[in-house]
């Protein structure tokens, strides 16, 4: 991870160099705060954050949003308008919990079992809230800001129900935005990608592995699966080194393998599960083709056989470039160039990926590492966050959207 170069600020500077910036965003802190621990202790999973839902949708309200609740089943949506002709811009924030538990010692520690904010969308969703109440206070200089609220990433389908139910439209949202929470980075810092896509697509396969079985200690008489399937992993991998631009990104693993019933027999099938992740679209369509024929051409050959199950789950995040410079704009203007680094692509993957398909936009990390408490990673059952990060998150976010519905449509085009 490489630094721009130059200076950075803390939020404290802001007092200086943004002194209403400042005061608005420190006099919402408290409040944004005790929504994301009342939100943390009560994590809803995928297409069931009905209670948070309604938690945001009466906010939005109450700061005098158009709301649509229901949109992709649990999702919601908040238009807040100027009166003045410009652009719509687009804030995504997802509101889904992992179905694990949650082991930090806090007070706002999950009180719903087999569910925990351990992702950190619970502090995407206190951020929104809070960039949606300064404007909701201020106003906004022209155009339309639409309020994303969206369930079910953690599955990779909250996104694209959204955007099947129209949240893109009526008004068109022209360009969007959308964070995620990071302890890799320390508070005040932020990172993003120089390169055309952040966030891989991801996909998943099975491949059917048919031999003929029966006793181990006579191998000659069946067509031993396993053994097909041992080549065949091995094998697949040189798609990665040898088939793609070794420049280009590709992640092929294998996660489950379902053979047999005792060690003394020789199955009929194996059943292997995996993932693929891609960066270019081109390479994702390469891949199933390549895998199919090389798992295919090893198992016949050996006198079995081979199926593939091949699903393209979620797309790759495409970072469009005047979006990004946006965004390093509204970094260095607040905290200086030396807070935002440039990152390499992750090959995870995030279904903002399906608003980044059909509107130009970007996507970037917040640092939220201050101490140990806050150093663990996404997912882990003690992942928690530095709440003064939420600071850094509404600015920053704020300073984008301004800027962003400043522009005129003929500046746009």
């Known amino acids: 991870m490489a630094v721009i170069g130059g200076e950075t600020r803390g939020f404290q500077e802001l007092k200086r160099t943004h002194p209403e910036l400042h005061s608005s965003i420190s ?24 209670r948070t839902a309604g938690i ?42 992992l179905p694990m538990e949650d082991e930090i010692e806090k007070e706002y520690r999950s009180q719903n079992a087999g569910a925990a904010h351990t992702c950190g969308h619970d502090a995407h969703t206190a951020i929104l809230l809070g960039v949606a109440k300064l404007f909701a206070d201020k106003g ?46 320390k508070t005040g810092e932020f990172s993003v990608t120089t390169a055309e896509y952040s966030c891989a697509a991801v996909d998943i396969f099975e491949l059917k592995v048919t031999g003929k079985g029966g006793h181990a200690a006579h191998p000659h008489q069946t067509v031993d699966p396993i053994m097909i399937s041992a080549q065949v992993l091995v094998s697949l991998q040189q798609i990665v080194s040898r088939q793609t631009d070794p420049l280009d990104s590709v992640v092929l693993s294998f996660g489950q393998i379902e053979a047999g019933s005792k060690a003394t027999i020789i199955p009929n099938t194996v ?94 990390r917040l640092g939220t590492e201050n101490g140990k408490d806050t150093a663990y990673p996404n997912h882990n059952s003690r992942f928690d966050v530095d709440e003064q990060s939420f600071l850094y998150g509404i600015s920053v976010l704020s300073l984008l959207a301004s800027n962003y519905l400043k522009q005129t449509e003929g500046e746009k085009g």
Request: with cysteine; charged share 25%; aromatic share 8%.
């Open 27 to 50: 006099s919402l802190f408290e409040e944004i705060t005790t929504i994301r621990r009342d939100l943390h202790a009560h994590p809803e999973l995928s297409f069931q954050e009905t």
């Open 56 to 97: 945001v949708a009466d906010l939005l309200r109450g700061w005098g949003y158009k709301v649509q609740e229901h949109v992709g089943k649990t999702g919601v949506v908040g238009l807040l308008e100027s009166g003045k002709a410009g652009p719509v811009f687009g804030l995504r924030a997802d509101m889904d919990a």
């Open 140 to 185: 906004l200089p022209s155009g339309s800001l639409k309020v994303i609220f969206q369930p079910a990433e953690e599955i990779g389908e909250g996104a694209a129900a959204m955007i099947e139910d129209g949240v893109l439209a009526n008004p068109k949202v022209d360009a969007m935005a959308g964070l995620h929470v990071h302890p890799t980075l």
């Open 271 to 364: 059943l292997v599960k995996g993932t693929v992740r891609t960066l270019k679209p081109e390479t994702r369509q390469l891949m199933p083709e390549r895998i199919e024929a090389i798992a295919k051409g090893i198992a016949r050959s050996f006198g079995g056989d081979c199926e593939l199950d091949y699903q393209f789950i979620t797309p790759s995040i495409k970072i469009d470039a005047e979006m990004r410079g946006l965004l390093k704009d509204a970094i260095g203007e607040l905290y200086g160039e030396g807070a935002l680094k440039i990152s390499a692509p992750s090959m995870g993957g995030e279904d903002f990926a399906y608003f980044s398909q059909e509107v130009p936009s970007v996507f970037f």
